[in-house]
């Protein structure tokens, strides 16, 4: 999957195309050039929209005998409005991080990556409440999240398996 926040532009300018045609990149709005800079906050998303990590639904693109794909960029509309400040993609979900130190999620939480209140598998961004209100980074792993505070706290969660959490 592929997840840009802030939208540049539908046109890409060549550095950006060439790191859509690598299959996934992340762009934050430090990177792009000023006249690609929006004026308004938003997260486009598109590509294998498989266990809803894509954040958007439903998808007009869906083919049946395949999973759900965007082939458009689309807005991410659960987190319309917020600026993003960082996007990280795992294997099946996505976590989404905004200026203001709020985490959201979405996609497969099956061994618990979205936190343990989510369902198994959430297509539409929320909020993941177990967390406090002033992270400023996270990193959706294969199956887990990792997510660091102002104060320096790092919460894990998700599958650990393999001791992928640290938690020995």
């Known amino acids: 999957s592929l997840l840009i926040s802030p939208p540049s532009a539908l046109r890409l300018p060549p550095p950006m195309l060439r790191a859509v045609l690598a299959r996934q990149a992340i762009f934050r709005r430090a990177s792009a050039p000023r006249k690609f800079r929006p004026r308004f906050h938003s997260t486009l998303a598109w590509g294998d929209g498989d266990h809803g990590r894509l954040g958007v639904f439903p998808l007009p693109d869906l083919d049946s005998t395949r999973s759900p794909v965007s082939f458009h960029p689309r807005v991410v509309d659960a987190i319309a409005g917020l600026e993003v400040a960082q996007v990280s993609c795992g294997s099946t979900h996505t976590l989404f991080l905004t200026a203001a130190g709020d985490v959201f999620g979405c996609g497969s939480a099956a061994d618990g990556q979205l936190g343990a ?22 990193a959706a792993g294969a199956s887990h999240s990792l997510v660091l505070t102002a104060a320096g706290d790092v919460f894990v969660f998700g599958d650990n398996k393999l001791g992928q959490l640290g938690l020995g």
């Open 117 to 138: 209140a989510a369902a198994l598998e959430e297509p539409e961004p929320f909020r993941i409440e177990e967390l406090p209100r002033n992270c400023t980074h996270v």
